[in-house]
């Protein structure tokens, strides 16, 4: 028995029921229901529990009502789940499918992703806690992880090369295949992932040394929009580093892109825009 809360709670079910009546529900490789933590670019947040083989769109879509025009993947199984893209939210949740995209039902983990979110960020994000989660044991999770994560970093950084995604496709499945425990076996899946289905967004930041989404703050700068400006001087006031003159110009050598000025604009007018562009 997995000594899990969640695989307790069926334990009562198939006691009174029968192992039948548990096995009736799902797929052939997948049996019963699954909770998942459903959070994200969403409308309804929470705890769901649904069917195996239950399809990524209705649990999405249906029951965490995100808007299909808004969001670009899902990340399923907690932080070292692998990210699949919109276009595949036909698949049905279950072990043997989710496996094929290079995801997992881990934890029960279920973050919607939206179109403004990058991919390459993302991963990062994810690795940057599962690095740190290592205990030690295994060199290829210890070392490995820590390598993938410093060159995630000079990626959303500008500093990444195209080697540098050669070497994460290379050391992902050595770190998989030289680990011991859960963590290490699935630690690269958000990296691999997003390789795999969003490389477009590695090469820009690789090459073209750009954040489309504009989230990595060393791709972006911030641009104040004069033609709108009411001079309030909240934003002014804001800034912790002084980065905005009183003629409503961002020093952007200064600025630490923390998004405060940008928040408490009554007008909008300051936007996060390429490095070295205007709106």
């Not at 309804?44 to 299909?68: K, Q, S």
């Not at 490995?144 to 500093?159: D, S």
């Not at 011991?180 to 691999?192: D, I, K, R, S, W």
């Amino acid at each position: 028995m997995i000594n899990n809360v969640e695989t307790f709670g069926n334990v009562p079910l198939i006691l009174r029921e029968g192992a039948k009546a548990f096995a009736a529900i799902g797929t052939e490789g997948s049996k019963g229901t699954k909770l998942f933590a459903l959070a994200g670019d969403l409308e309804n947040p929470g705890l769901v529990e649904v069917p195996m083989g239950t399809t990524l769109r209705e649990i999405v879509f249906d029951i965490g009502g995100a808007d299909p025009d808004k969001v670009k993947a899902v990340q399923t199984g907690g932080p070292s789940g692998g990210c699949i893209p919109v276009e595949l939210f036909d698949t049905p949740v279950d072990y043997d499918s989710l496996k094929k995209l290079g995801a997992i039902m881990g934890s029960g983990g279920m973050i919607v992703i939206g179109k403004e979110r990058c991919m390459v960020e993302t991963a990062r994000y994810f690795l940057d806690f599962t690095h740190r989660e290592s205990c030690g044991k295994c060199t290829f999770c210890r070392v490995g992880t820590t390598r993938m994560f410093e060159t995630l970093e000079r990626i959303v950084a500008g500093k990444g090369e195209m080697a540098d995604l050669a070497f994460l496709e290379d050391i992902g499945p050595k770190i998989r295949m030289g680990s011991l425990c859960g963590l290490g076996q699935t630690a690269p899946n958000p990296v691999l992932a997003t390789l795999r289905f969003y490389r477009n967004e590695y090469e820009a930041h690789v090459k073209d040394h750009q954040c489309n989404a504009l989230q990595c703050n060393a791709l972006v700068d911030l641009y104040l929009d004069k033609s709108n400006c009411i001079k309030c001087k909240l934003c002014i006031k804001t800034c912790p580093v002084n980065a905005i003159s009183d003629d409503f110009v961002i020093d952007n050598a200064k600025c630490t892109r923390c998004n405060a000025c940008k928040d408490i604009c009554p007008k909008k007018t300051i936007y996060r825009v390429m490095k070295g562009s205007e709106r």
